[in-house]
């Protein structure tokens, strides 16, 4: 029986007066799910602890980065040696070249990199880099797609956008989003509409390879290939935000699962293995625009940390070592893929790919925002409400993805796969 959460609640109450609705980031506040979020003590493997001493089965793992589950022993020493030597020095350090050099071995696309803070981070500047080479200042972005809080691309965006309902913010100037022209997902017909109303403007396409923030859409047979296609026809580029799919489909993320090669990659989540770092990267042509070599400018004082590069190579050296840990983790999320189908049947759609997975409470097959925004969220609320009392913690969204971790043991999936039959 979860212990009730006084201390979560004092420290919720407390919160409040200090920063926006209690939070760092809005979905944490569990508005969508009409309760106060619980405070996380510590975490280890597949499973969090609150502050009251509850356990929960995690399965947000930070939404995304813990794919080898919380606190592992390589990522924590690594870490603890690199923070032994110093934390910043705001000066290029061996762990940055190692993890760059990792990264391109996994993702040869990405012939050059730079090392970033966030995710929000490295789409911006990978776009500043897209419209730099090309000289275009247009992008196409997907509705219900999201690509950070950065201006420009919080446009019809997904994750804390749509769980808000506040599809475009506040605070973001007209002329700011007046270049970022959005299609639809899974929609090829969409995207070469906008290419021929302004042939000649956009610098690049933009998108999720497997949408993640209307919960998870997959794209369609062929779309991505298309989206290719699209682009080099009207002399634009391709960029893949990687920043969920990144090392999360396969070694070398949605890239190589799905054999379309992008002109840009931005990543976040896994590459810091749980601390703040993220990466763009792409054709040697492209980068070689960015400062100092080129006229792009983006800089950081903490780009690159030589902590979280620590922990961002001690994932990645594991990842890259132990590639059978994806057929693991996959088969894993479709025994919970299965069950959901199967104990709620057409009540619901399961969406699910690898170890990323969503449950629709809706009829039709959820195939882009508009189908995914279908989906009966006081149901989705009902489901995380009863999954919670359990001990096992979703995504307190319809909106997000259901993460899985190499650290969910048979039996954490055999507990969930019993809760759902329940619910
Ligand atoms: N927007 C993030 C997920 N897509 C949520 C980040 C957080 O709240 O930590």
């Known amino acids: 029986m979860r212990k009730v959460n006084n201390k979560s609640d004092r420290l919720f ?3 409040k007066k200090y920063m926006p609705g209690g939070v760092n980031s809005p979905v944490r506040a569990f508005y969508a799910v009409h309760r106060n979020p619980v405070f996380i003590d510590s975490a280890k493997g597949s499973k969090i602890y609150d502050v009251d001493g509850n356990e929960y089965l995690d ?3 930070s939404w995304g980065p813990g794919i080898l589950g919380h606190a592992r022993v390589e990522v924590i020493e690594a870490v603890q040696k690199a923070c032994e030597k110093g934390l910043t020095f705001g000066a290029p350090t061996e762990n940055e070249y190692i ?7 996994l993702m040869p696309s990405m012939e050059m990199l730079r090392l970033v803070n966030s995710g929000t981070e490295a789409v911006m500047s990978a776009i500043r880099a897209a419209r730099g080479y090309t000289g275009r200042d247009k992008i196409i972005k997907f509705r219900g797609c999201y690509h950070g809080h950065s201006d420009g691309l919080l446009v019809k965006a997904g994750s804390g956008a749509l769980t808000q309902s506040v599809p475009d913010s506040l605070g973001v100037p007209k002329d700011y989003t007046k270049n970022t022209l959005v299609a639809e997902y899974n929609d090829l017909q969409s995207v070469e509409r906008l290419f021929e109303e302004c042939d000649g403007e956009i610098a690049a396409i933009i998108a999720e390879p497997v949408a993640a923030n209307m919960g998870v859409v997959l794209p369609k047979e062929g779309f991505l290939k298309g989206l290719r296609q699209i682009a080099d026809k009207y002399g634009s580029l391709l960029i893949f935000d990687e920043v969920i799919t990144g090392f999360r489909l396969a070694p070398g993320g949605a890239q190589e ?6 002109d840009i990659t931005a990543l ?4 810091g293995g749980g601390m703040p770092m993220a990466a763009y990267g792409g054709k040697r042509e492209i980068m070689e625009m960015v400062a100092p070599l080129g006229g792009v400018y983006q800089a ?3 780009s690159g940390n030589p902590v979280a590069a620590a922990a961002g190579i001690a994932t990645l050296r594991i990842l890259k070592e132990q590639p059978d840990i994806y057929a693991k983790i996959g088969e894993q999320t479709k025994k919970l893929a299965d069950t959901a189908k199967k104990c709620m049947g057409d009540k619901v759609r ?3 790919i690898e170890s990323l997975m969503s449950i629709f409470f809706c009829e039709g097959e959820v195939v882009d925002y508009e189908s995914a925004a279908a989906s009966d969220t006081e149901q989705y609320a009902k489901y995380f409400n009863y999954m919670f009392e359990q001990g096992i913690y979703l995504a307190p969204s319809q909106f997000e993805a259901m993460f899985i971790s190499f650290a ?3 039996e954490d999936i055999e507990r969930t796969c019993k809760a759902m039959e329940r619910f």
Not at 100 to 105: R, T
């Open 350 to 352: 399961v969406n699910q």
């Open 257 to 262: 699962y799905f054999g379309v090669t992008p």
């Open 408 to 410: 969910h043991s048979d």
């Open 59 to 61: 399965y947000v793992c």
């Open 268 to 271: 976040g989540k896994i590459i």
């Open 99 to 105: 993890l760059a050099e990792l990264v391109q071995g």
């Open 300 to 302: 950081g004082t903490l």
């Open 13 to 15: 109450e407390e919160s």
